[in-house]
């Protein structure tokens, strides 16, 4: 089928470039209530956006994200910032940040196993929701992405290059990213369920700023991909979703840089993520230090992850060692700068040789000052 035939094929688009968009402005980053260290469900109050009446309008919503990263522009062959963004978002996608809005109907997302696609032609600039919109419609229409009606899932995430404006519509907001929605009707098939096409558009800025568009844009696009889904009827049209309600509002963990989302279950702004912990331990708490008999009273050291980077804490062995079961990275750093982790091991002392006894060591390397019996005492 030539392309001017797959063209005929539409009889009507209606496009919605700014279902939602994320309002450009300053990003603060949270310091939150509480912090734990697995699952992080931080709770601001009051919310950057004051009306939090969110309805659901009963339109359609996004059961299960399927992302497609779309690098537009020839300056991404070479920009180093592409693999970091696809880092961020396979780390955003496999979070609970996403299975949280099982609250809203939306449960999960994951990232297209097709990978991401390099568009070299170059948008104008600077470019309007309507040139992303009509780009999309270029890739439904080459069948570089399937037809909305073969994969309602699917979301692409246009990645704008870098030097490139945005261009707001009369009267309208600079704007980080939108989401945006086209209503497609089948001239073929007569089709009465006709499916939109869905999609999300990020500003070229920092890799982090970047990340918080996409975090704003996916929450919002999968529970309101169409303007009539989870959506605060009082508040200014286009900055009504989930996202809106905590504009700006971010986090930095694990090098990632998260957008907080309304919870109506909490009631409060969250950011719910693994954080892996990061514990450098710089001193203990050992009597008779050469006497392997005597276990390690307490580990001490500094924070150096998540909303207590560092800050300092105190530990007895086992309560280390249950945060080691759950993945959680202690070390020590010698003096040349080298880091050794620090494991759980086994040994057999007098009264325990059936099961013995679980305890912490620095792994053997050729280094002398990194090992734990090597630390100071703990004050
Ligand atoms: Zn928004």
């Not at 402005?25 to 912090?35: D, I, L």
């Not at 978002?89 to 940040?97: E, F, I, L």
């Not at 699917?154 to 929605?181: E, K, N, R, T």
């Not at 009504?240 to 963990?253: A, R, V």
């Amino acid at each position: 089928m030539t392309k001017a035939q797959q063209q005929r094929r539409r009889l009507n688009v209606r496009h919605q470039p700014l279902v939602g968009f994320h309002p450009a402005g300053p990003e603060t980053q949270a310091r939150p209530h509480a912090f734990s260290d697995f699952e992080l469900v931080t709770q601001t109050s009051p919310p950057v956006f004051g009306n939090t009446a969110l309805v659901d309008q009963g339109g359609p919503r996004i059961d299960f994200a399927d992302i497609r990263l779309i690098f537009w522009g020839s300056a991404w062959a070479s920009d180093p910032n592409r693999s970091a963004i696809m880092n961020a978002v396979a780390s955003v996608a496999g979070s609970p940040y996403a299975t949280k809005l099982a609250q809203y109907g939306c449960r999960g997302m994951s990232v297209d196993g097709r990978g991401p696609l390099l568009i070299t032609s170059n948008p104008p600039n600077p470019f309007t929701g309507q040139n992303v919109g009509d780009f999309i419609l270029s890739l439904l229409d080459n069948e570089t992405l399937p037809e909305p009606d073969e994969d309602f899932r699917l979301v692409p995430v246009v990645l704008m290059p870098s030097g490139f404006q945005y261009q707001p519509p009369a009267g309208g907001q600079a704007a980080f990213g939108a989401h945006g929605s086209i209503e497609w009707d089948d001239f073929e098939l007569g089709d009465v369920d006709n499916s939109n096409a869905h999609y999300v558009w990020i500003l070229n800025r920092s890799v982090s700023g970047m990340t918080s568009t996409f975090c704003h844009e996916m929450v919002e696009i999968v529970t309101d991909p169409e303007g009539n889904g989870w959506r605060v009827p009082t508040a200014p049209n286009g900055q009504d979703e989930i996202g809106d309600i905590c504009n700006n509002l971010t986090l930095t963990s694990g090098g990632v840089n998260y957008h907080y989302y309304w919870s109506a279950q909490d009631n409060a702004c969250v950011l719910p993520i693994n954080q892996t912990g990061q514990y450098q331990v710089t001193c203990i708490n050992k009597p008779f230090r050469k006497d392997a008999f005597h276990p390690l009273g307490f580990l001490g050291g500094v924070h150096r992850s998540g909303p207590l980077n560092g800050q300092g804490f105190k530990l007895t062995q086992k309560e280390a060692i249950a945060l080691i079961d759950k993945g959680e990275n202690f070390f020590v750093i010698g003096s040349e700068g080298h880091r050794a982790p620090v494991n759980v091991l086994l040994h057999f002392p007098p009264g325990h040789e059936v099961f013995g006894t679980r305890y912490l060591a620095t792994g053997a390397d050729q280094w002398k000052d990194d090992n734990l019996l090597s630390l100071p005492e703990c004050p």
